[in-house]
């Protein structure tokens, strides 16, 4: 009889421990829930416009991680409002290269008449009927026809139109670019 009584003690006693757990649980649970304004942890608490940043933040640094770059110069250089001499420079040729210029006209007095056209940084002599780059001002790949070659300017056609393309220099470099010294400066400081 003895252990009918044990074991009902024990199931009594296992009973009013787990109801003693889950009141202390419950009061723990309201407590942390519950932060008093007068708490010294108020601070540390997540606000909602708060957590809202930080879920945008946390966005953004998902989408970044799946976006490709197509810039050519690095975005995380720092001195990308200050141009180095050497920028300046590379600056200055890439306009040049891109632009499609005469550079001279060739008109032998016996003999085929060449002209000269510089493009990407390369020069070419063509002679009258061939065809020959047309540059930015038009589509990538477009080609116009040598019709006639004179003093100093070309005639051109594209799409059944007649151009004219006259003799043109270089353009001259920015004056940042320009290393001569001043005539009457003395010396010059590099710093």
């Known amino acids: 009889m003895e252990q009918k009584y044990l074991k009902d003690f024990v199931i009594i006693l296992v009973v009013i421990l787990l109801l003693a757990f889950g009141v202390k649980a419950s009061s723990l649970y309201k407590k942390v829930k519950d932060i008093p304004d007068d708490s010294k942890y108020k601070k ?25 770059f197509t810039v050519e110069k690095d ?14 420079e590379k600056q200055w ?13 060739i008109i032998p007095e016996i003999g085929e008449k ?19 780059e047309l540059g930015s001002d038009f589509a990538e790949g477009t080609k116009g026809t040598i019709t006639d070659i004179q003093p100093g ?9 007649d151009y004219d393309m006259k003799l043109s220099k270089i353009p001259p470099k920015p004056e940042k670019l320009n290393t001569e010294k001043k005539a009457n400066s003395i010396r010059e400081y590099n710093w």
């Not at 540390?44 to 490709?68: G, P, V």
């Not at 300017?153 to 139109?161: A, D, F, P, T």
């Open 153 to 161: 300017v070309i005639s051109y056609k594209y799409n059944g139109k």
């Open 75 to 88: 975005p995380l250089e720092q001195n990308l409002i200050v141009k180095t001499q050497q920028d300046l």
């Open 114 to 132: 060449k002209a000269a056209i510089s493009y990407k940084g390369m020069t070419t002599l063509y002679g009258i009927g061939d065809k020959f």
């Open 44 to 68: 540390m608490a997540l606000s909602e416009k708060l957590l809202q940043q930080i879920q945008e933040i946390d966005t953004s640094i998902r989408d970044r991680k799946n976006f490709y």
């Open 93 to 105: 040729r890439e306009k040049v290269e891109s632009l499609i210029r005469l550079e001279m006209t």
